[in-house]
């Protein structure tokens, strides 16, 4: 199946780019054929996959540049509503939407509980009702607390956006191996802590003790269902 994913919230810091790796991971892992497509100034997708295609020789032409090559589409999207960085949201969402005529669209919308980002998503939900309001949505909420104003603040957000709940992410937390005296003993970091381009690149085949691997894995499962349902 030929899927487009839009990773989209018009606000800074919230996981767009740590989803959109996290997307293109899972896609890789599937052995499907993916094309990126980096909007984010930083370039930080489009450099993880270079290293990952670095690391792994044998499957980087599972990266592809062109539509007929491609199973799926990953978009990552701007920073920040007003950066001026490629195409603007507006125009990449009205692109979207003739496209989803033939292939399978879906925007992804990474919330971070809080109130700065309650008024992203209505921007967000305000510009796919303008521009592409039949494409489906998926949330995922990212770097969930289980503290009470989260789960009110997670409650406006789902009534606001409307939108399927792909799943929730706490703190990502990828074990490394640290080798003492020639025997393996076990340490942890969150990936704010650590390079992207080095334990990101391996966080699947981890052995992994962390909940990391066990949410994203409650996510891509979902991804499924959300990928089949008719948009
Ligand atoms: N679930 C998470 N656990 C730990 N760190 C995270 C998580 N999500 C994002 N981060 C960190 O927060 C920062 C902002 O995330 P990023 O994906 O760059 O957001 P955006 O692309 O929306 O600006 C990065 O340093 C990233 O590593
Ligand atoms: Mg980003």
Avoid at 197 to 216: H, I, L
């Amino acid at each position: 199946m030929k899927t487009i994913f839009f990773v989209f919230m018009p606000k800074g810091g919230v996981g767009k780019t740590t989803i959109s790796i996290l997307l293109t991971a899972e896609m890789l892992r599937r052995n499907k054929a993916v094309q990126i497509l980096d909007i984010d100034r930083q370039q930080e997708l489009k450099m993880w996959v270079d290293e990952w295609c670095t690391l792994n020789p044998d499957k980087a032409n599972l990266i592809v540049d062109s539509k007929n090559e491609r199973d799926c589409l990953i978009i990552d999207s701007k920073p920040g509503a007003d950066d001026q960085f490629g195409a603007s949201n507006d125009d990449i969402l009205k692109t979207l939407a003739a496209w989803s005529q033939e292939q399978t669209v879906r925007v992804i919308l990474p919330f971070l509980p809080g109130k700065q980002e309650i008024k992203a998503l209505r921007v967000a939900i305000e510009l796919l009702d303008q521009y592409a309001p039949t494409i489906p949505r998926g949330i995922i909420i990212n770097r969930r607390k289980n503290s009470r104003i989260d789960t009110e603040l997670i409650a406006e957000a789902k009534q606001i956006s409307n939108a399927t709940v792909l799943g929730y992410l706490t703190d990502l937390i990828a074990y490394r191996e640290i080798k003492c005296e020639g025997k393996a003993v076990w340490q942890y970091e969150t990936t704010a802590a650590i390079s992207r381009f080095d334990d990101f690149v391996r966080v699947f085949n981890f052995r992994s003790k962390g909940d990391a691997t066990r949410e994203w894995a409650k996510v891509a499962k979902s991804l499924d269902q959300f990928m089949s349902v008719p948009g």
